[in-house]
């Protein structure tokens, strides 16, 4: 079957960095997403790893290793407003989503 | 309107009802998706489809049904609505399967 882990939530302090790691196991491989989920709202998208290795973007970079079957969200400078559930999604050989269950990240002051 | 819509923005409906949630699109995206989430479970494909006047079964299709007439709409009907069927339902687009996905604003869906 296809699955994905990742931790169901974490907690971090304001200023701080936080990295939320993603395992899969999926019949084929041909890109991972990250989505960022707040409360009461839809997912929004906010990296792509097609690629081995790290794609940054601001304060947010995904990491990508395909051997392993893992990818990382890292979090720098973390301010309130990121609090939210984090979703890891895998596109298989079928090209379908395959979605994690997301990990709820808590931002303290 | 500007990206995917969806109506109603929540609703209670009496098991055994016919419901039927609507999504609607301005992007011309080819791809369309619709799936529920609930506590603990994630994001789960019940129908998708690829381009208009296609469809296909996702993960959870049993008790749905879906249509793609044209680009722009992709509505969701429940012949006759169960518990089991309260959820969150998010419909969502993109340019193909492997494009990021463009999510409405989502439904909020209780059967009683």
């Known amino acids: 079957g296809q699955n994905i882990d990742q931790p169901t939530e974490m907690t971090a302090t304001e200023g701080a960095i936080v990295q939320i790691n993603c395992t899969y196991q999926?019949?084929?491989?041909?890109?991972l997403f990250w989505y960022q989920q707040h409360a009461g709202e839809a997912p929004t998208f906010l990296s792509y790893n097609v690629l081995d290795g790290l794609e940054e973007k601001g304060r947010f970079s995904s990491f990508l290793s395909r051997s392993k079957g893992y990818s990382y969200l890292l979090l720098k400078e973390l301010q309130m407003k990121d609090s939210a559930s984090y979703l890891c999604?895998?596109?298989?050989?079928?090209?379908?989503?395959?979605w994690g269950a997301g990990t709820k990240l808590i931002i303290k002051p | 309107i500007a990206g995917i819509t969806q109506a109603p923005t929540s609703q209670i409906l009496a098991a055994g009802r016919r419901m039927t949630l609507r999504c609607t699109q301005d992007?011309?995206?080819?791809?369309m998706y619709w799936y529920r989430q609930d506590l603990g479970l994630g994001l789960r494909l019940i129908h998708y489809?690829?381009?208009?006047?296609?469809?296909g079964k996702g993960e959870v299709p049993d008790g749905y049904s879906v249509s793609r007439a044209n680009t722009d709409d992709f509505p969701l009907t429940l012949a006759s609505a169960v518990p089991s069927q309260t959820s969150v339902y998010f419909c969502?687009?993109?340019?193909?399967?492997?494009?990021?996905?463009?999510f409405g604003p989502g439904t909020r869906l209780t059967v009683l």
């Open positions: 999926t019949s084929g491989f041909n890109g």
């Open positions: 489809s690829n381009t208009a006047g296609t469809t």
């Open positions: 969502a687009s993109s340019g193909q399967g492997r494009d990021e996905q463009f």
């Open positions: 992007m011309r995206h080819n791809a």
């Open positions: 999604a895998v596109i298989d050989s079928n090209y379908q989503l395959i």
